[in-house]
């Protein structure tokens, strides 16, 4: 294992233990997502910082916000990496308000409000543009399309792309997934963080579609239902497969032999997307991955980045259902 995946994954079992200390009887989906928010931003978990954002969304928002119950954790955590949660808390209120005068009220939308405080300044003309996006969505796919979505219609609103290339490349990759994958629902979340990046959309399916293969031939087992963005959002990063692979298989590995993950914890699909959310941190910080796939730069270009903020929005989106799923 690579030195600096060994000091990520170790840093991950740490984060992971302070989160279980500060936040009691949470579900256990959400604790290694909301570790990971601290790994790919290279912070660690600080008990401190955790009650003093705590304070901060508790002063910002009512008992019934959206931003609370099932999103209380990962908003906290969000806020305790962030460098200045004030800040921070206020614009993610802001950007609710402009979306909710578009899009229906939802535990999705609050994230999207907050993941997009990451990308810079937001406007009610990209919210406006979001709201366009979804609806040609829901044309092309009235049955799958819902509100889970709403949060990569907006992302793919600050695409520099025209509408009508953002749903081609998402129906393009849409259609050839699909003859690979056979959850309708989750292709269509896998395309449309496909549909982020530049590049043709056939290009970029059949390269979450080798990196799916050369995962099972190195003897893993990735879920093919809602672990399919994270898949596709670390198949964006311009790193060889083979050692995306190599770097995966190594961070299952070790989390293999943590606890919560073997008898009776994380099963193995859900444990490889954990790895993956990791393999995507580690790559995500680091220079190389400026380039086309990533974070939004003056609202033109994007970077590795907006690839992991869309493989922890697909996580964090799986954990809220469950842990409803749950609770219902």
Do not use: W
């Not at 206020?90 to 997009?116: G, I, P, Q, W």
């Not at 695409?159 to 081609?168: C, G, Q, R, T, V």
């Not at 309708?184 to 449309?192: I, K, L, P, R």
């Amino acid at each position: 294992m690579k030195a600096s995946l060994q000091q990520l994954c170790g840093r991950f079992v740490q984060n992971r233990a302070v989160l279980k200390q500060k936040f009691k009887l949470e579900s256990s989906y959400l604790y290694p997502v909301c570790a990971n928010l601290f790994c790919a931003r290279g912070v660690d978990a600080d008990a401190q910082m955790i009650d003093a954002c705590k304070q901060v969304l508790k002063s910002r928002t009512g008992v019934f916000s959206n931003f609370r119950s099932n999103l209380r954790m990962p908003v906290v955590c969000m806020l305790a990496t962030g460098g200045n949660p004030d800040a921070q808390m206020d614009m993610a209120v802001r950007n609710y308000t402009l979306l909710k005068r578009h899009f229906f009220t939802s535990e999705y939308l609050a994230l999207a409000a907050f993941l997009l405080t990451e990308l810079g300044p937001f406007y009610e003309e990209t919210a406006m543009r979001g709201k366009t996006i979804y609806k040609r969505m829901k044309q092309e796919h009235p049955f799958l399309t819902s509100s889970e979505d709403n949060v990569f219609a907006v992302f793919l609103a600050c695409s520099p792309k025209s509408n009508d290339a953002l749903i081609e490349d998402m129906e393009s990759s849409y259609q050839l997934l699909k003859m690979r994958f056979s959850s309708s629902n989750n292709v269509q979340a896998a395309s449309q963080v496909l549909a982020l990046a530049e590049g043709e959309a056939t290009d970029k399916a059949v390269r979450m579609i080798k990196l799916c293969d050369a995962i099972v031939d190195a003897g893993g087992k990735f879920g093919k239902y809602y672990e399919l963005s994270t898949l596709a959002a670390l198949s964006l990063l311009d790193v060889p497969l083979q050692e995306l692979v190599e770097d995966l298989m190594d961070a299952d590995r070790f989390l293999a032999t943590q606890p919560g993950y073997r008898f009776l914890g994380f099963d193995r699909r859900t444990r490889l997307q954990h790895a993956a959310l990791l393999v995507s941190g580690l790559y995500a910080r680091q220079p190389t991955q400026r380039g086309a796939n990533g974070r939004m730069v003056q609202n033109a270009a994007f970077t590795g980045t907006l690839a992991l903020i869309a493989a922890q929005q697909a996580a964090m989106c799986a954990s809220i259902a469950a842990t409803s799923a749950a609770s219902s």
